[in-house]
């Protein structure tokens, strides 16, 4: 059996066999099917999520490195690559080719350069705020996304799009009070997460962009942002002081702290995958609803697994913030199935008139 990493490409994906020629697949297969994938993708997602914080801050640890975690993480990210390209050269699986191009390496620069601040203001947010805040931190996402792509690409946002995100910005505000009132807020963790969610909003729109130049293939663009990635971050791990304090470590030496490390990568790299999968067996929609699910549980297991308590206010607030991000999908789901339906009406009208006429003539 062969893993196709390459369904990730952008492009239209082809099948190497015929619909018909496959046996037809029953409802219940197609339900274990999918609710594989999504747990997959909720196991992989929260794991990472406690993993990163434990390598960012935990009293075990010790450790105030985050720059040089993140840089860890892109180099375990390129040697998988180099991985997955060695085995599908033995026929192993499918994965695009990681020679490396300068000329390519160049033109994704600027998109490395959005992915290095990006993950490196994740990783300050969630080394300064709680688990269970991280969600709320970063909720601003959509909001920026719809700013951005405003400015960037001058497409206007419905109005019943921006009611929802005023339900998002409302859960934001209330969680960021509600943080305070018991003590626990950081603000320089909560301005990172602004931070983080307008450069994620940025990344994600200059990923369209960049695609094309790499044949649209998510996998080889992977490749490259991370090797510019090793290369942007390799000065700024030194001017902040991450290596000294990296040196000095006391673990350094220690096996158990290179396979945190380690494992960090690569559950980052095979959440690229997994991500791509649960699109494939669902829907977009269904993954954002999914994700927003997976925030949920993730705020409750982080509530209780650090024992922590929090008032009625708190819970709304993410209540706010998860309902808000569902409903935006919800809307925007639609609007792409108006648009759709119209343009196919557009269509069929087209093709009548062509026909009455050639009839006519």
């Not at 080394?127 to 400015?151: C, D």
């Amino acid at each position: 059996m062969k893993f196709n990493f390459g369904q990730l490409s952008y492009r239209k994906m082809k099948t190497d066999e015929k619909d018909e020629d496959k046996p037809e697949e029953t409802l219940l297969t197609k339900y274990i099917r999918v609710v594989g994938v999504v747990a997959l993708y909720w196991t992989f997602s929260i794991s990472l999520v406690f993993v990163n914080k434990y390598l960012l801050k935990s009293d075990t640890l010790n450790l105030d490195a985050p720059l040089f975690v993140t840089f860890y993480q892109c180099v375990v990210t390129v040697l998988l690559c180099k991985v997955c390209d060695f085995a599908s050269r033995q026929g192993m699986l499918k994965f695009p080719s990681t020679t490396f191009d300068f000329k390519v390496s160049r033109e994704v620069l600027p998109l490395s350069i959005i992915f290095v601040s990006m993950i490196s203001f994740n990783n300050l947010c969630l080394k300064s705020v709680g688990v269970a805040f991280y969600t709320v931190a970063r909720s601003l996402v959509t909001i920026f996304s719809i700013i951005l792509t405003y400015f960037i690409l001058g497409k206007k946002t419905s109005v019943p799009a921006l009611l929802t995100c005023s339900v998002i910005i409302c859960g934001f505000l209330l969680g960021v009070n509600q943080e305070g009132e018991v003590g626990s807020l950081s603000v320089i963790g909560t301005i990172y997460g602004v931070i983080a969610s307008a450069l994620v909003a940025l990344n994600a729109i200059y990923i369209k962009k960049i695609l094309p130049l790499v044949d649209g293939d998510i996998w080889k663009l992977t490749f490259y942002n991370n090797v510019n990635a090793c290369g942007i971050f390799l000065p700024l791990i030194f001017i902040s002081g991450d290596v000294k304090e990296v040196v000095y470590f006391d673990g350094i030496f220690s096996l158990s702290f290179w396979m945190m490390m380690t494992l960090s990568g690569f559950m980052g790299f095979i959440m690229g995958y997994v991500v791509g999968l649960e699109v494939k067996v669902t829907t977009p929609v269904t993954h954002n609803i999914s994700g927003v699910a997976k925030a949920c549980l993730q705020t409750v297991i982080a509530v209780m697994y650090f024992g922590q308590v929090k008032t009625a206010l708190w819970w709304l607030s993410n209540g706010l913030v998860l309902i808000g991000t569902g409903a935006y999908s919800g809307v925007k789901s639609w609007e792409m199935k108006v648009a759709y339906d119209r343009s196919e009406r557009e269509n069929l009208e087209k093709d009548f008139e062509s026909k009455k006429d050639s009839i006519a003539a």
